[in-house]
């Protein structure tokens, strides 16, 4: 049984966000876009009436619905916390092993990297307080004082991680994010 196609505004979206993580926003022309999405050049303004930039806001949430949906099957079924902080890293760290480890953040990537605009940068506020949102939850549902001071300290630990591992080039940074927060009494 063959697999069915996505519908082209879905290949437009998945394929700018791994095209904007890779090379950032302004690294993809729309005619390289379109063509690594298999899609006609009217489909991108019948979709995305604003065209790269509708695209870009688009392909980033869609990235970042795949960071929630990380974060709660790292936290749901843990025991702890700290479980499902080992867990999120462990996630992270295999996608940075599968991106090859050149790739950025795809929201930094995409709204940061794109032009200096409000709605870029508000966009990508929105997104990030729904990943720490998310943790500070599991954080609070796991007793954890000060969840969203807690969650904030997460997200910019990942942020930071990611970085050091692109320039060390090896996932193990991110791996080792627990122990460091163990070690500093961050939990």
């Not at 049984?1 to 022309?29: C, N, Q, W």
């Not at 009217?42 to 980033?60: C, E, Q, R, T, W």
């Not at 295999?94 to 480890?101: E, I, Y």
Request: overall charge negative; hydrophobic content about 40%.
């Amino acid at each position: 049984m063959t697999e069915r196609p996505l519908p082209t505004k879905d290949r437009l979206i998945r394929t700018a966000a791994d095209l904007f993580r890779r090379s950032g926003y302004h690294g993809v022309g729309l005619s390289e876009l379109l063509s690594a999405a298999d899609a006609p050049k009217g489909s991108l303004y019948h979709h995305f009436p604003n065209g790269k930039s509708d695209l870009a806001v688009a392909a980033a949430t869609w990235a970042s619905d795949g960071m929630l949906r990380l974060i709660a099957a790292s936290f749901e079924p843990a025991d702890s916390f700290q479980d499902g902080v080992e867990t999120l890293c462990h996630k992270v760290a295999k996608l940075f092993d599968k991106s090859g480890q050149w790739d950025g953040c795809p929201i930094s990537s995409t709204l940061f990297e794109g032009p200096d605009n409000a709605t870029f940068r508000d966009h990508a506020h929105h997104l990030y307080e729904g990943w720490i949102t998310e943790v500070a939850h599991h954080a609070g549902r796991f007793g954890i004082d000060n969840p969203l001071e807690t969650a904030d300290t997460l997200f910019i630990l990942l942020q930071g991680g990611w970085q050091l591992a692109r320039a060390r080039q090896s996932s193990d940074v991110l791996r080792a994010l627990p122990q460091k927060m163990r070690l500093t009494k961050i939990h």
